[in-house]
């Protein structure tokens, strides 16, 4: 499948999400001349290890959208606090309404509805309401997935996979988390291709598909 001249939101929980589900389908996409927007929810300023500046997350993200080539201007953040996306539900689908009224979007890209991080869930149970009339897919984060059904591949070339380790490189903070080590990376891009017969993919699980 092949998308382009295609308006595409990447709704991110936190701020490294979207690059961790998707970063290399991100570069494949912008390649191809789609316009891809990145929102996130929470830089997680609570949660900032110490040593680092509460806003470290802000600039990490911006760092890393520019890496894979988004403009800044579509680049979306706003400032909920982390693991307390249930307590505003109605605020973030407020704001999910208004990029949808804002960007329009053909493709819409979320973490799992399986999630178990009560924000991933909460992201994704909102953008359901919000995107029931476009492609609506889902990214993988394996270690919060109990069940992920393996529905769509998109074929990645080691350029891609290459964009997304430099992308999550920028997030110094977090880069003593196992799953932003670029061994993890590759090796994940790689059994997932070797899944559907291919060198290199990412998956995403299919919610609605509009074509």
Not at 110 to 122: A, F, G, K, L
Not at 160 to 176: E, F, T
């Amino acid at each position: 499948m092949k998308f382009t001249n295609k308006s595409i939101l990447i709704l991110s929980p936190h701020t490294d999400d979207a690059e961790l589900g998707c970063g290399g389908t991100i570069k494949l996409l912008l390649e191809q001349g789609n316009q891809v927007h990145i929102a996130a929810f929470s830089a997680c300023r609570h949660s900032v290890l110490e040593g680092f500046p509460e806003d470290v997350l802000v600039q990490e993200i911006k760092a890393s959208t520019r890496e894979l080539g988004i403009p800044a201007e579509n680049l979306h953040l706003f400032d909920y606090d982390v693991r307390t996306f249930n307590f505003h539900r109605q605020e973030i689908l407020d704001d999910i309404l208004n990029l949808r009224n804002k960007i329009k979007p053909d493709v819409v890209f979320v973490p799992s509805v399986n999630d178990i991080h009560q924000d991933h869930y909460t992201i994704a149970q909102e953008a359901v309401r919000a995107f029931k009339f476009s492609t609506l897919l889902c990214y993988e984060l394996p270690w919060n997935n109990f069940e992920f059904k393996t529905t769509l591949f998109y074929s990645l070339e080691q350029k891609h996979v290459d964009a997304k380790m430099r992308a999550l490189a920028c997030y110094k903070s977090q880069a003593h988390r196992p799953y932003m080590k670029p061994d993890f990376i590759q090796s994940l891009a790689k059994v997932r291709g070797v899944q559907v017969g291919l060198p290199l993919a990412e998956v995403f699980e299919v919610v609605r598909m509009i074509y």
